[in-house]
């Protein structure tokens, strides 16, 4: 359902175990001035607006939960929201520090990597109105997110990969390229990034993964073309596709 | 004109000692990256016994994810130790594999001297880390310490972005953020770092741009900033504790990656023995560890480089220390605020000519190399907040074992050393819980403190002491 607002929406951006990278990419590049004004700022505490958790329209959540505690802060931080944002690989799917869950190889201890509660994704925890994906995220993207959402209007995603992207760069794919050992991630990635990692050793999957993609295709594919074990592949999937 | 605001912390009062006492808490911290707070224990008397520093940060067991990861994927992993210094910490990996794998990367080359990176990527390492450097501290100095001098809660309340500075500040940030996303392809995980160089994509074009961009703001505003911190001179208390300083050296003012560090009366260094020096001991009311020298605290970061390195900074940034009233050596903690300060001046003297320098080099094809081979390196690089280490152990190519020594973990000690003899003899001139807790957040917040590097990524029992030596 549309929402109105005949005031400014009051925006938080709240850190549950985190890099703080995704509202420093947020802020970053001259958005700071222009989110001032478009939004009264709630609960931003490294702003200086920390303390007891606000009533906000907007709450873009970063970040892993890592304890009981941080669970319990976001179900406080649901309750008080209108809509709540998860902005980055982590507090999305888990990102790069719910890898621990899996063993290393050779590792004798799958059985604990695996019951192990934390750390886990926000989306695990809350129920989210969007999710922003990346490592960190697009500023431009969540913008469109949170104006889509504030309006009530349900996020899609562009649409199509990072392959996209890649091509209208005029890119070689490097996961075709025998003479590269990289394994490359984004034909089964969102594109939104502009591809940015891909002529620096191809991308690694750190925004959503595409709805729908198909992973044991792109596995065997991939090992095909590059003439590695499919184990590589799946290798390079957990950097940030821990629970897939 | 600007309205006095109530420091936003909340007070809270838990008087569960023995023997009548009383605790008094900040809560959880505004102003600094990550979960800290402070906590002041009271005796009966109502003297100060006791300070702490709370880390409240959860590990995100980041040194422990590495082990079997490649050189490149180690690099991708500890960059996101932290969003607020992802360079640092990707120089850092990135030299401690170099060192690990000199054997295979010196392969590659037909010198007898061994590998090494080359002009171009030596200038793109480092420019990034100066633009890095500038945009954290211009962020500590105008959007953490400047609202508590002209006492607004934050720099988006509406009286603080009325003013002048602030949009500076934010101009002048928002420049230093371009210059580096520019050289590592994106300043907040930057992905332009490989064991072998980097593969930014920059022209002459787009680097002259930068260095224009910081000329302008060197001479149009940014001397309006400093006067601004100058005229608040007098909010800065007078405050001196005998400390030891550690930094890296170097025949340059250290602002990027060393192999040797100066360590006060103890003398100058190599890295890996630095690490025999130390110890790292989680005190109760602490997540994190604390580092310590033969028991003793010491302070790394801007101060620590000021006390080392004064007469090789450049004239300008001498001239801005003369102007803002830092004194040579100085002991006072809040004086980390204006060598931070003086290190932006530095900065924007050097960033133009070297950024020059670069458009002036050809771009390089670098060369792949295969992760076979054992080793273990220690990167060490002065990050805004101090030297940074990682150590790491290769075996086959892969990371069998490593482990970060982060700037804000090295300080805590020495902080909460600094908080007790700072806040005690206000407890004794009668200040309240309140007065307390604003003094010494406010000297919390001189440290510039970074608490998502600094959470434990190991247990104790996990570390692999021997294989440093």
Redesign the interface.
Known sequence: MPRHYTALPVLSIFEASTCAGCPIATFAGGHLAEIATKFKLGNVRFLGKGGKIRRSNVALVEGVAASAEEELRLHEIRRNSDVVVTIGACACKGGIPYGIHEPEEGSTDAETCAATRYPRPVTSVIQVDALVGGCPIVAEELQRVVAQTLRGVAHRALGGSVCVECKLDGRRCINKDESRDEICLGSITQRGCAALCIPHGGCKGCRNMNEGANVESFVRTVAAWKKVPEATVRHALRLFNNKI | MTQLMPF???LRHTGDHSGGGSKFTT?????????AQINGIRNEERELIAAQVQVL??????E??L??KTP??AL??MQ?????C?VVHGIAAVEAARKALLAALTALTASCEGFKISRRTQLLELIAMLGGTLKSHLEHIY??VA?EMIR??????PDA?KLKVV?MA?DLI?VA??VT?YVT?????P??F?LTGS?A?VDAKGLLGHAACIERAKNEYFERMVEFIATMRSAIPDFEVPRRFVALDGDEYPLHSGDHVLVGDLGRLQVRDFFSLIREDTPPHSKTYFVTIHDEPYVVGAAARWFYHEPKLSPYARSVAAEVGLPSASMNPFHNTLAQLVECAHILSILPRLLTELAELPDEELP?VAHTKDGVGIGACEAPRGTLFHWALYRDGKVASARALIPTSQNLAAMERDLFEYARPLAQAGATDGELSRAMIALAHSYDLCM?CAVRMLKKEDLVHSHVH
């Open positions: 936003p912390f909340a809560g959880p911290l505004d102003k600094t990256e990550g979960w940060e959860h590990s995100r067991s980041m422990k994810l082990r079997g490149r994927e991708l992993i996101r130790v932290c969003g607020v992802p959007g953490f609202p607004v809660d934050s720099i988006l309340a972005m949009r934010m928002k953020t371009k996303d392809g994106r300043s907040v995980h992905v332009t490989h593969t994509e792949m998502s």
